[in-house]
Nanobody, 127 residues
């Protein structure tokens, strides 16, 4: 599976941005997808996850109400719509694919749950 993330750029605080991640190499509808982010000097952290069909989503608390994960299985693409951006959202954002699709407890938020990773796209939010 190859993942190509795009859409990151410099945006002002309070602004919006939509990230995209195009997948290839495997039936996209067989993959659960996630977004993670990594700020300078920090560990990679979970942002959002969407099920294979798109019917189930999960978010980190700081993203709830501001970010929306969605997918278009016909286009083999997962999106992350980010609104009301804050300087603390500044990070490299990574999309990731989970082949198994099942998890225990909060494992969906763990890096180890995901099998494939994109190269990352930089989001910078200025104050």
């Amino acid at each position: 599976v190859q993942l190509q993330a795009s859409g990151g750029r410099l945006v002002q605080s309070g602004g919006s941005l939509r990230l995209s991640c195009a997948a290839s190499g495997r039936a996209f509808s067989s993959l659960s997808m996630g977004w993670f982010r990594q700020a300078p000097g920090k560990e990679r952290e979970f942002v959002a996850r969407i099920s294979r069909s798109g019917g189930s989503t999960l978010y980190v608390d700081s993203a709830k109400g501001r970010f929306t994960i969605s997918r278009d299985n016909a286009k083999n693409t997962v999106y992350l719509q980010m609104n009301s951006l804050k300087p603390e959202d500044t990070a490299v954002y990574y999309c990731a694919a989970d082949v198994r699709g099942i998890y225990s407890g909060a494992d969906y938020a763990h890096v180890s749950q995901y099998d494939y990773w994109g190269q990352g796209t930089l989001v910078t939010v200025s104050s």
